[in-house]
C-alpha cells in the first residue's frame, strides 16, 4: 500500500506539473483588468518544453564599452570612473554627449543569419534582441523617435533581419524592454542628485538637460501623459505589431508605470497573438505584473526549491558587464552548463546574455562557451527539453542562498560537484544529472528514490551516450547505481531511468 501511494504521489505531482498551465479558458477578447487578463495561459507548454534562450546586451552603450551597459548614466556622474573615462577619451560632457556615440554604432559587421545559426547550435530554442533599453534608443525600425537603428547608426532594420533569421532556424522571438526608466520624471524636482527613477540625471550644461525637440525623444525629456501614451506603450505597440514577437519580457521599474498601461499593454499584447492563433509569454520583475499573468523572473539567481510555477532567470555569460567591454571575463561552459540544469530541475527556464561587439560581431571566447553548451545538449537534450519537475529537483551539498538579485555576487560563487544531482521527468524516466565527474569506482547513492519519498518500479538504467549495461539496486536508503558504470561526460553526466 505504501509503495501505491508513493506511485500515485509522485504521479500527480509530475500530472499538476504538466497540466498546471492547460485549465484556463480564453476569453474571446481580453479586456484591460487584471481578472479577464488572468485568463491567458501565463506558461504556456512550448515555453515550458523550450528551457533554453539567449538575448544580448547590443547597442549605442557598446561603443565606449567601458564600465557597463549604465555608461549612458554613469558617464554623468563626476564621483564615477565612467565620468572620468569619458572625459579622458571623449572630452567634456558639453562637447561630447551621449547623443554623439549614435553615428559611432554602425553595425558593419552584423550578420543576423549567422547570429541565428550559432543560437541554433547553442540549442537555443528562442532569441531575440534588448529591444531597447533604458538609454532611448530602439533597436528597431521605429516611426515613433528619430532614435532608432533604421534612421540613424547601422540605418537598417536590426529586429526585422534578426526575426526572420530566427524564424528559419526555427526559434521563437523574444523582445526585452528596459525603457520604462527612460521618463525624466525630475524636470520639476530642484536640487536632485540620485535621479534614481529616470536614467538619465538632469544636471545643467549636459545634453538630458536641454530643450532640443528631437534630442528630447532620447533623453526622455517629454510631458508624462504623452510618454506614457506614445512612447511607453507606443513602442510596443508598434514592436507587436511589425514584428509579432512570442516573449515580452520588461525589466525592473515597470512599477513606475502606471497599472492602467501595464494592463492596457497586456490586453493590447493578448489580443493580438489570439488573432494570430498564438500563445505567447509576459516575463516580470519584481511584482510588476501579477503571476495569473505573467512569468516571474530571477536576474542573476535561482531558486534554491522546485518552483510551483514556471520561472525565469536571466543570466549572462560574463562576470561583470551586460553589454560588451574590454576585457570581458567570460564563465566556463561548464558553470553555464550546472547553472542551466538546476535552473530546468527547479522549474524554470535559463534566458542567457551575451555580449557582442559594436561592429556586430560576437567574440571567440562567447561562441566557445555557445557551442559547447549546444555540443552537451545535442547528446543528452532529451533530460532538459520537453522535461518536467519531479517530485524533488535533486540533492546534494550545494545550496542556493536566500533572496535574488540582492544575492546575486553569492549565486556568482557557487560551483557545483559530482555530489550535486538534479533531477527532471518526462513520461515514464527519470533523469538523473550529475554536475561533476563520477567516480565509478565507488557506487553512487540517489536518495531521492528511497522508499518513504519515491518508491517506485524501475525497470532498466542506463547512461546517456552509452550502450554499455548499468548494475543497480533499489534498496531502503535509494537507488544504488553500481561501481564500474560508463562515465561519458567531464561537465554533466546523466543518467536514464525508466519506470
Not at 146 to 153: A, F, L, R
Not at 307 to 334: F, H, R
Not at 355 to 372: F, H, M, N
Not at 374 to 398: C, F, N, Q, S, V
Amino acid at each position: 500500500m505504501k509503495k501505491r501511494q508513493s506511485c500515485f504521489l509522485i504521479a500527480l505531482a509530475i500530472l499538476l506539473a504538466s497540466c498546471h498551465s492547460e485549465v484556463k479558458e480564453k476569453p474571446e477578447v481580453y479586456s484591460e483588468d487584471w481578472t479577464s487578463l488572468a485568463k491567458h495561459n501565463e506558461e504556456p507548454a512550448w515555453f515550458q518544453d523550450a528551457k533554453f534562450g539567449i538575448y544580448f546586451h547590443w547597442g549605442v552603450y557598446s561603443v565606449p564599452a567601458f564600465g557597463d551597459e549604465w555608461y549612458p548614466r554613469h558617464m554623468h556622474f563626476k564621483n564615477r570612473k565612467e565620468y572620468q573615462h569619458h572625459l579622458e577619451t571623449y572630452g567634456p560632457l558639453s562637447d561630447f554627449g551621449y547623443h554623439d556615440f549614435v553615428p559611432l554604432f554602425k553595425a558593419k559587421q552584423f550578420n543576423a543569419h549567422e547570429w541565428a545559426a550559432l543560437f541554433k547550435q547553442a540549442g537555443a530554442r528562442f532569441a531575440g534582441p534588448v529591444a531597447e533599453h533604458h538609454d532611448g534608443f530602439s533597436m528597431w525600425d521605429s516611426d515613433l523617435t528619430p532614435w532608432n537603428v533604421g534612421d540613424k547608426g547601422p540605418q537598417k532594420d536590426i529586429m526585422k533581419e534578426l526575426k526572420t533569421a530566427l524564424t528559419a532556424q526555427e526559434l521563437k522571438f523574444i523582445t526585452t524592454f528596459h525603457h520604462a526608466r527612460n521618463l525624466q520624471r525630475y524636470a520639476d524636482v530642484p536640487h536632485e542628485e540620485n535621479y534614481g527613477n529616470s536614467h538619465y540625471p538632469r544636471f545643467e550644461g549636459t545634453a538630458p538637460a536641454e530643450d532640443d525637440h528631437e534630442l528630447n525623444y532620447l533623453y526622455g525629456n517629454i510631458p508624462e501623459e504623452q510618454w506614457l501614451e506614445e512612447i511607453w506603450f507606443g513602442k510596443l505597440k508598434e514592436v507587436i505589431d511589425n514584428y509579432q514577437p512570442d516573449i515580452i519580457w520588461f525589466d525592473s521599474w515597470l512599477d513606475q508605470i502606471p497599472e492602467q498601461y501595464r494592463q492596457k499593454f497586456c490586453a493590447y499584447y493578448l489580443n493580438e497573438a489570439q488573432k494570430l492563433d498564438k500563445e505567447v509569454v509576459i516575463v516580470r520583475k519584481q511584482d510588476d505584473l501579477p503571476l495569473e499573468v505573467s512569468v516571474d523572473d530571477l536576474e542573476k539567481s535561482r531558486k534554491n526549491k522546485l518552483g510551483e510555477k514556471v520561472w525565469m532567470t536571466d543570466e549572462t555569460i560574463s562576470k561583470g558587464s551586460w553589454c560588451y567591454t574590454e576585457n570581458l571575463q567570460i564563465k566556463p561552459a561548464v558553470d553555464m552548463i550546472h547553472v542551466l540544469i538546476d535552473i530546468v530541475s527547479k522549474n524554470g527556464v535559463l534566458l542567457l546574455n551575451i555580449s557582442p561587439k559594436a561592429d556586430g560581431t560576437i567574440p571567440a571566447d562567447q561562441q566557445e562557451v555557445l557551442r559547447t553548451m549546444g555540443a552537451w545538449l545535442d547528446k543528452y537534450g532529451e533530460a532538459i527539453y520537453e522535461t518536467r519537475p519531479w517530485h524533488t529537483y535533486g540533492e546534494g551539498p550545494t545550496i542556493e542562498p536566500e533572496g535574488d538579485f540582492k544575492n546575486h555576487r553569492e549565486f556568482l560563487k557557487i560551483k557545483y560537484s559530482a555530489d550535486d544531482l538534479r533531477y527532471t521527468t518526462k513520461g515514464n524516466t527519470v533523469y538523473a544529472m550529475v554536475l561533476g565527474v563520477p567516480d565509478s569506482e565507488q557506487p553512487l547513492l540517489m536518495k531521492a528514490f528511497a522508499s518513504q519519498g519515491a518508491d517506485v518500479n524501475i525497470k532498466k538504467v542506463t547512461v546517456l551516450g552509452s550502450k554499455e549495461t548499468v548494475q543497480w539496486q533499489l534498496k531502503e536508503d535509494g537507488l544504488f547505481i553500481e561501481q564500474g558504470y560508463p562515465v561519458m561526460d567531464t561537465m554533466a553526466q546523466v543518467f536514464k531511468i525508466e519506470i
